[in-house]
């Protein structure tokens, strides 16, 4: 008896259904061919990664730079392992108290979240170090900024290193000269520098980050060229029991927004810590990309997300292992 119409519609939408089905499977549990090696593959995951972003932004908006730091903070020891997650074991201290991280790094508790809901999705598939990369890209996004593909595929460390996060992390009263030194030894370039710095347009510092520069007659004082700022920022840090808790915008005029403000923040003698305004402390390349990016959004957002993508790609040293961390703060 031949089949109707209705009835062979019917059997063609319960197979595509069937295969769009299996397709989701195999894709959750690492089937198929991926362009990262044996990573695995996990369609649902930076779907999963952006709900669990756009949430903790929404609750809390300075989320987003934290998110961005922790991956910047991680990237710049020993690769981009999430060996910044760890915390400390009998084996190891982990780099959480390291001078950079300690009472300065958030967000791990969003990343614990997200990570639990997609080991849900795909158990034993994403590493904690793609996770915080695409959050730190979604959080550029929702605040304003570029968006790129993120390159999966990392492997979370074995192991932490308080003492290169102490070395390896550009301070805030660095100069252009040590910020040069410090992305150059990590295969970055000045370009790179210069436009990561660009990460400042959103997040908050805290008075224990700048002081050294309010004290007017100092050669780190005299690097605050707006006199308004400055007494501005001495009368908010003017208690020094609240350093490491009082906060100030990095960016005065659009602190929340990923733009290209704070290029023109420098130029005008307003970047809050003396690593920024060092960038145009001196005539050369770092002050001309300065002055570019302030003029030019695009080509900061251009150059902005191709720092992103060479950080993100540092890896571990040979030899290191790895493995994909079911529970972020510690290994299997």
């Known amino acids: ?3 109707s119409p209705v009835f062979r519609f019917v059997l ?3 197979f595509v259904a069937l295969m769009q089905c299996c397709n989701f499977v195999e894709a959750c549990l690492g089937g198929g ?4 090696g044996n990573a695995g593959h996990c369609a649902a995951a930076e779907g999963i990664v952006f709900s669990g972003v756009e949430a903790a932004v929404a609750e809390d908006p300075r989320m987003a730079a934290s998110l961005l730091r922790l991956h910047f903070h991680d990237c710049f020891v020993n690769g981009c392992d999430a060996s910044v997650l760890l915390d400390d074991t009998v084996d190891f201290v982990g780099e959480k108290t390291a001078g950079p991280n300690l009472n300065s790094l958030r967000g791990f508790e969003v990343i614990d979240a997200i990570k639990a809901d997609v080991e849900l999705a795909c158990p034993d598939t994403v590493s904690c170090a793609d996770i915080l990369a695409v959050a730190a890209r979604d959080a550029v ?3 304003g900024g570029p968006t790129w593909e993120v390159q999966m595929g990392r492997k979370d460390g074995l192991s932490a290193n308080k003492q290169l996060a102490n070395s390896n992390i550009p301070g805030p009263n660095s100069n252009v000269a040590g910020l040069i030194s410090k992305f ?6 000045v370009k790179d520098m210069v436009a990561l710095s660009g990460a400042h347009t959103i997040g908050h510092a805290r008075c224990a980050s700048f ?3 309010l004290n007017v007659g100092s050669n780190a004082g005299n690097l605050v060229g707006d006199k308004d700022f400055l007494t501005s920022l001495q009368q908010l840090c003017s208690n ?5 808790v009082t906060l100030a915008q990095l960016d005065l005029v659009s602190p929340a927004t990923f733009d290209n403000q704070y290029y023109m923040n420098l130029l005008s003698g307003e970047g809050l810590l003396a690593s920024d305004q060092a960038l145009v402390s001196e005539a050369g390349e770092a002050r001309e990309l300065v002055e570019s990016y302030s003029e030019y959004p695009e080509a900061f957002f251009e150059d902005f997300v191709a720092a992103m993508v060479r950080m993100g790609s540092l890896s571990p040293a040979a030899g290191s292992g790895g493995e994909i961390r079911r529970d972020c703060r510690r290994v299997n």
């Open 1 to 3: 008896m031949a089949s």
């Open 12 to 14: 063609f939408i319960v």
């Open 33 to 36: 061919s991926s362009p990262v």
């Open 141 to 143: 996004a929702l605040s």
């Open 184 to 189: 150059q030894n990590l295969g970055l370039s």
């Open 211 to 213: 002081t050294s520069r």
């Open 240 to 244: 020094p029991g609240a350093s490491n």
